[in-house]
């Protein structure tokens, strides 16, 4: 039997999960804001900052930049260990996802969304090939973030979406570190890049939600 099956423990279950939920929520701005403010975390090679800021790098829509953080990382540590990091941290994340996208879409006020027609064509278009789509979505600058969502509403295996972001990002990562070692970006440079990537991010996401409320 299911633990929410039961009224009690279902009721229970679900605030643990609401509670986790604005946990991870909370995790990710902390990182977000104490990177930000903190000048030493900033210029801090430890791999250790490399893993954490991988985790709001990769937010369920993210507009902090991982590529340059990886580029300026090169320059310390060789290609492998910069990918196996970011790639920790990004899985990470990807769980952390996983997790508040399968809260709020059971969120009763969802459910013309989840029954609707588009989200069956989609979802059914996407269970045709879920890891091949995941691999080329992961590896490639497609947009990302609406897989996070299908791999949810497809209930997608979470130790298979596991393994399709670890053999897609790991291989962007490492070829990323690979061109930052071999081009040597200044960290002037990468600050620059970083800043612009992030408000072009900030300005697609704010048009996208200005449109879709607009249509």
């Known amino acids: 039997m299911n633990v ?50 991988s985790i709001p790098a990769e937010a369920l829509v993210a507009v902090v930049p991982h590529e340059p953080i990886i580029l300026f990382f090169s320059a310390s540590y060789d290609p492998l260990t910069v990918a196996l990091v970011a790639t920790a941290g990004t899985v990470t994340a990807e769980l952390i996802n996983y997790s508040i996208v399968g809260h709020v879409a059971e969120a009763s006020y969802l459910s013309r ?38 791999v949810v509403l497809a209930h997608y295996s979470r130790l298979k979406y596991a393994v399709a972001i670890v053999l897609s990002r790991g291989p962007r990562f490492y070829i990323l570190a690979v061109l930052g070692r071999e081009v040597g970006l200044s960290d002037q440079v990468l600050i620059a890049a970083f800043v612009v990537i992030a408000v072009v991010s900030g300005l697609l996401l704010w048009k996208n939600r200005s449109d879709a409320a607009g249509g």
């Open 4 to 53: 929410a099956d039961t009224p009690g423990r279902g009721q229970a279950w679900v605030g643990w999960k609401r509670f986790l939920v604005l946990a991870e929520i909370g995790l990710t701005l902390v990182l977000v804001g104490v990177w930000l403010l903190s000048e030493d975390l900033r210029t801090d090679k430890s791999l250790w900052v490399l893993f954490l800021f």
């Open 113 to 150: 969304i989840r029954n609707s027609s588009l989200t069956a064509r989609v979802t059914r278009h996407f269970d045709k090939a879920p890891f091949g789509a995941l691999l080329v979505a992961g590896f490639t600058p497609v947009p990302f973030y609406p897989f996070r969502f299908l």
